[in-house]
């Protein structure tokens, strides 16, 4: 008997209406006729112009392939609960999204300038460097001194290495802070989607 493995990811996302089990999950099978037919079963049928999401078991998707294709056997190799969301494809204009894109650096620049600079406020920087100016050169110090600058230098690289990015190129192949935390947080998302979709019963699941 033939076997059909498949492979779901937490959450997918689909940019047409009608939602086939091959635009959600990985299929794999000796006879890639039976892929192929499993792959074309329709799984869901989004509203066209909204956006939507829904929640399904992957029982669901078994009971569809099977009513499919009687013969096989269907094996998971990937979660057993997931998210199909569904954005309909949207033209945005070009001068928007470059609105959009010098309004998120504004306020990422503003903001990480205010950060740092309350922070040198809270641990008064400037009188330790006047101090360790004072230690090694004998004599106070007016104005901006080497040192100050040096720190300057020092924070902009430290915020780039930190952040591993240079320009448009990546210094490592490590992911970045910021992408660390956003897949932590859409796993986070997805989780409670799936758990309060289960206790309410919103979850399709086989015979729904």
Same mark, same amino acid.
């Given at each position: 008997?033939?076997?059909?493995?498949?492979?779901?990811?937490?959450?997918?996302? +689909?940019?047409?209406?009608?939602?086939?089990?091959?635009?959600?999950? /990985?299929?794999?099978?000796?006879?890639?006729?039976?892929?192929?037919?499993?792959?074309?079963?329709?799984?869901?049928?989004?509203?066209?112009?909204?956006? $939507?999401?829904?929640?399904?078991?992957?029982?669901?998707?078994?009971?569809?392939? &099977?009513?499919?294709?009687?013969?096989?056997?269907?094996?998971?190799?990937?979660?057993?609960?997931?998210?199909?969301?569904?954005?309909?494809?949207?033209?945005?204009?070009?001068?928007?999204?470059?609105?959009?894109?010098?309004?998120?650096?504004?306020?990422?620049?503003?903001?990480?300038?205010?950060?740092?600079?309350?922070?040198?406020?809270?641990?008064?920087?400037?009188?330790?460097? /006047?101090?360790?100016?004072?230690? +090694?050169?004998?004599?106070?110090?007016?104005?901006?001194?080497?040192?100050?600058?040096?720190?300057?230098? $020092?924070?902009?690289?430290?915020?780039?290495?930190?952040?591993?990015? %240079?320009?448009?190129?990546?210094? /490592?192949?490590?992911?970045?802070?910021?992408?660390?935390?956003?897949?932590?947080?859409?796993?986070?998302?997805?989780?409670?989607?799936? &758990?309060? %979709?289960?206790? &309410?019963?919103?979850?399709?699941?086989?015979?729904?």
């Amino acid at each position: 008997m033939a076997v059909i493995y498949l492979k779901v990811e937490q959450s997918v996302c +689909v940019t047409n209406p009608i939602a086939h089990i091959k635009d959600i999950a /990985s299929i794999y099978c000796s006879d890639p006729e039976l892929a192929y037919q499993a792959g074309q079963v329709e799984l869901f049928r989004f509203k066209k112009m909204e956006n $939507g999401r829904e929640m399904f078991s992957i029982l669901k998707l078994i009971e569809l392939i &099977k009513k499919q294709c009687p013969e096989v056997e269907v094996e998971n190799m990937g979660e057993s609960d997931f998210i199909v969301y569904y954005k309909p494809p949207k033209h945005e204009s070009r001068i928007l999204l470059w609105a959009k894109v010098i309004a998120i650096c504004l306020v990422a620049f503003f903001g990480a300038g205010f950060a740092i600079m309350t922070y040198n406020n809270d641990v008064n920087t400037d009188q330790v460097f /006047s101090t360790m100016y004072h230690l +090694v050169m004998g004599k106070e110090s007016y104005g901006p001194s080497i040192m100050t600058f040096m720190y300057c230098v $020092g924070l902009t690289i430290g915020v780039l290495v930190f952040f591993n990015h %240079a320009a448009n190129k990546k210094l /490592s192949d490590d992911p970045t802070p910021f992408q660390v935390q956003m897949r932590l947080y859409e796993r986070d998302v997805n989780d409670t989607f799936l &758990k309060g %979709a289960g206790r &309410k019963g919103d979850e399709i699941d086989v015979d729904t």
